[in-house]
């Protein structure tokens, strides 16, 4: 009998179980918040920087902060800390958020509302990438740290501070609406004192695995010897895109007998407090727009003059991060595990951030002490080597930039503003202000280029960057990149990383599985479509040219693009491009050397967490909580009572009334 008892007792728990929903309850107690961007953590060789929340996430009661003074509340008088605090991006200041810091114990976490911009503000440092420039305590210390020039005095280092609480950034209005109203209905502060319970509180999981430096997260990352090994942190790398106007054998390293190559290069990322908020637009977008532009234009004419020398148009990522990108590619160089070496290299031409100018004003950046040999003009490729370079841009003396490395070095930081009625297919086409300028830039650069390559003098005047294309890269690339352009020469494969947003310009990290990040596709495949040459390849033939006796893959990539939906069609005209542009690995040579401690290299990681969440619930006062806690308690051991209770007289409760076998009548 007991054991039918136990019978009961488990159909009834099942049956509760069954009909109890648990996901049903928790989205009866959380409003989860899925728009959300978190500060998290990045190490190198000396320290860590960024975010982190506990294992178990944090809590806090939600205060809005709505002035500095506002400060007061969730540092010292709220009689309910720890406090999450919300705050518009204008508050978002070095002062307020170490305010914060130095208060961790009543501050559970903080929430940025990305809405009205301040009139300056760069969370980078002073001197970007100080300890990996080209001035050290060797090479002229005079220069070394920015003494001579502090390029961008903007910055405040926020970017490189370590929090030991979370950060995360709103990105939906309906959302920030949503948290507020829940703070006004239950916690708004009325003549100096709090609201009484429920309170609106928020709760934020960010627990990064990684600490101390890059060294102790990849000692710990090697000594991981399960089958399903985790990485505590990951370099951060990706890939440069490169092309040159006449291609090498890819497989043929090493220098190259009577070759001299002119370098023409720009930098693809950037960054922001917010990693995924970076979107770089005078930082970066200027530069390499630009510098694609340019491509554009001397795609005719090298083809139809070939200037004496080579010109290799180079796409360096990771650049924010101590250049990881053009590090590896001078280490490639001086190892001969590139197609060319620095023997075969010229002259190198930057562009950098060229879209914020005084009037028609630019500026030719080089370096004063290669300057004072006769045989080297200006500046030396990343201290390899005493090589004749200049950085093209806007600025004489610190940046124009106001906004270096911030979230809103964007769009509307370059007036890139289109009439309200306009659809978004006039807009890509719409030719703006910033456009036309960047377009002269790309035509001086290319002229330029095409000039010290040994060009004939004859055929500069004829060479110019098209204001369409400029006005196009410029819209999808910092507006909208899923655009029609940009859907007609990407492959039908890759045609999911389009967005109805800018791509992400923070770098990522470098994982195994030989994928590039958005960004590097947007490049690769715009390089590829103008530079390179339609052809009547099928998309059989474009997936295998080595089979056809007149293609090479050793000179050139082939890749096969959606291409347009002509007018009254439902049908793209797919085509394959030959192209000579390639993706080349850009990831620090200190991963590969094994030296997590390197001060020649980049040493940039970025820690693994286990999930990203936010979301609001009310709280209950101390007292309730203790109440609900003691009344669960006495739930618990009743039923444990009853349980024991209905056990023991099993064979009388569920016993069943049998007649004898032999009635009499």
């Known amino acids: 009998m007991v054991l039918e008892s136990s019978k009961w007792v488990m159909f009834i728990v099942g049956w509760l179980f069954k009909n109890v929903s648990c996901n049903a309850v928790a989205q009866k107690i959380y409003v989860e918040l899925n728009n959300t961007v978190p500060c998290v953590r990045l190490l190198n060789a000396t320290h860590q920087i960024g975010c982190q929340s506990s294992i178990s996430g944090d809590t806090g009661v939600i205060h809005v902060l709505e002035s500095e003074a506002d400060l007061e509340w ?113 916690n708004r502060v009325v003549n100096g004192s709090g609201l009484q319970y429920p309170l609106c509180a928020m709760q934020l999981f960010s627990h990064m695995h990684a600490v101390t430096d890059t060294a102790t997260c990849m000692r710990r990352s090697s000594m991981d010897f399960s089958t399903s090994p985790v990485m505590v942190c990951d370099p951060l790398g990706g890939y440069n895109v490169c092309t040159f106007i006449r291609p090498y054998n890819s497989t043929a390293f090493g220098h190259k007998e009577n070759e001299s190559v002119v370098i023409a290069a720009a930098r693809l990322d950037s960054r922001a407090f917010f990693l995924e908020d970076s979107t770089g637009a005078e930082g970066s977008v200027s530069g390499f727009v630009t510098l694609l532009a340019a491509a554009q234009a001397l795609r005719e004419a090298t083809q139809e003059a070939p ?278 690995k850009a990831v620090s040579p200190a991963f590969d050397l094994g030296d997590y401690v390197s001060k020649e290299y980049s040493t940039w990681t970025k820690s693994q967490w286990k999930f990203i969440k936010a979301r609001i619930f009310l709280v209950a006062s101390r007292d309730l909580e203790m109440l609900t806690l003691g009344v669960g308690v006495a739930v618990l051991f009743t039923s444990l009572l009853v349980t024991y209770f209905v056990s023991t007289k099993a064979d009388v409760l569920f016993s069943s009334v049998r007649e004898p076998n032999n009635t009499a009548y």
């Open 307 to 584: 200037p004496t020398r080579n010109i290799l148009f180079a796409f360096f990522h990771g650049e924010v991060f101590d250049y990881i990108g053009s590090s590896r590619m001078v280490y490639d160089m001086k190892n001969n595990m590139f197609v060319i070496d620095l023997d075969n290299v010229h002259s190198i031409l930057e562009i950098g951030q060229v879209a914020v100018r005084s009037g028609t004003n630019l500026f030719l950046h080089s370096d004063p002490v290669s300057r004072r040999n006769n045989t080297v003009h200006d500046e030396r490729f990343l201290r390899a080597r005493a090589i004749p370079g200049i950085v093209l841009a806007d600025h004489q003396t610190d940046f124009n930039n106001r906004y270096y490395e911030s979230f809103y070095d964007n769009a509307a930081h370059l007036n890139l503003t289109y009439p309200s009625n306009l659809s978004p297919e006039e807009q890509l086409e719409f030719v703006t202000d910033t456009a036309k300028s960047l377009t002269e830039v790309a035509t001086a650069v290319a002229r330029a280029l095409f000039k010290q390559a040994g060009g004939n003098n004859s055929q500069v005047n004829k060479i110019n960057a098209d204001p369409k294309t400029v006005t196009q890269m410029l819209y999808g690339f910092l507006v909208r990149s899923n655009n029609s352009w940009f859907q007609a020469v990407m492959a039908p494969e890759l045609k999911d990383i389009l967005q109805p947003n800018p791509p992400q310009y923070y770098v990522g990290v470098a994982k195994s599985s030989h994928q590039a990040n958005a960004l590097t596709y947007l490049v690769q495949y715009l390089l590829a479509n103008l530079t390179g040459t339609a052809t009547n390849l099928t998309q059989s033939q474009c997936k295998k040219p080595d089979e056809l006796p007149n293609e090479s893959t050793y000179l050139y990539s082939y890749l096969w693009v959606q291409g347009v939906v002509p007018p009254n069609s439902t049908q793209r005209e797919s085509f394959c491009v030959r192209t000579a542009v390639r993706l080349v």
């Open 74 to 186: 969730p540092l010292s008088k709220g009689p309910n800390p720890p406090y999450m605090v919300l705050l518009e991006s204008s508050l978002f200041t070095k002062s307020i958020m170490m305010k914060m810091k130095n208060a961790s114990s009543r501050v559970a976490g903080v929430v940025v509302v990305p809405k009205t911009s301040q009139p300056e503000f760069s969370p980078h440092t002073t001197c970007p990438n100080e300890n990996t420039g080209v001035y050290t305590e060797t090479y002229d210390h005079n220069l070394a740290h920015c003494n001579t020039t502090v390029w961008n005095p903007r910055g405040n280092g926020l970017s490189y501070e370590e929090f030991d609480f979370p950060v995360f950034s709103l990105k939906e209005d309906n959302e920030t609406e949503v948290i507020k109203q829940c703070y006004f209905d239950h």
